[in-house]
């Protein structure tokens, strides 16, 4: 069974930075499309940032080239880097993996970020 632990969560100033990671366990980590939500109290759940197999990412709107998302196949990582934070950014940020042989999805447990004004 697939595990997502997601850490780098916490409080930071508005304008700060924070990197998130998460870490998958299980194999063939490579072939599967990884990628970053949030949920914001009172909020749906949103895309913050994806990236396939190949490198190929994808981002909410509302990102505006403040975030990067990155994977390193060897540690079965994903990361999010944040920058330029903004109170309205505080949400908690799950991790999301998407089987490439079967279309599961699988969530991690969600780290809390609060980025305060």
């Known amino acids: 069974q697939v595990q997502l632990v997601e850490s780098g969560g916490g409080l930071v100033q508005a304008g700060g930075s924070l990197r998130l990671s998460c870490v998958a366990s299980g194999s063939k980590f490579s072939i599967n499309v990884m990628g970053w939500y949030r949920q914001a109290p009172g909020k749906q759940r949103e895309l913050v940032a994806i990236?396939?197999?190949?490198?190929?990412?994808n981002y909410g709107d509302f990102v505006k080239g403040r975030f990067t998302i990155s994977r390193d196949n060897a540690k079965n990582t994903v990361y999010l880097q944040m920058n330029s934070l903004k109170p309205e950014d505080t949400a908690v940020y799950y991790c999301?993996?998407?089987?490439?042989?079967?279309?599961?999805?699988?969530w991690g447990q969600g780290t809390q970020v609060t980025v305060s004004s």
């Open positions: 990236i396939s197999s190949s490198g190929t990412t």
């Open positions: 999301k993996r998407v089987s490439a042989t079967t279309g599961m999805a699988t």
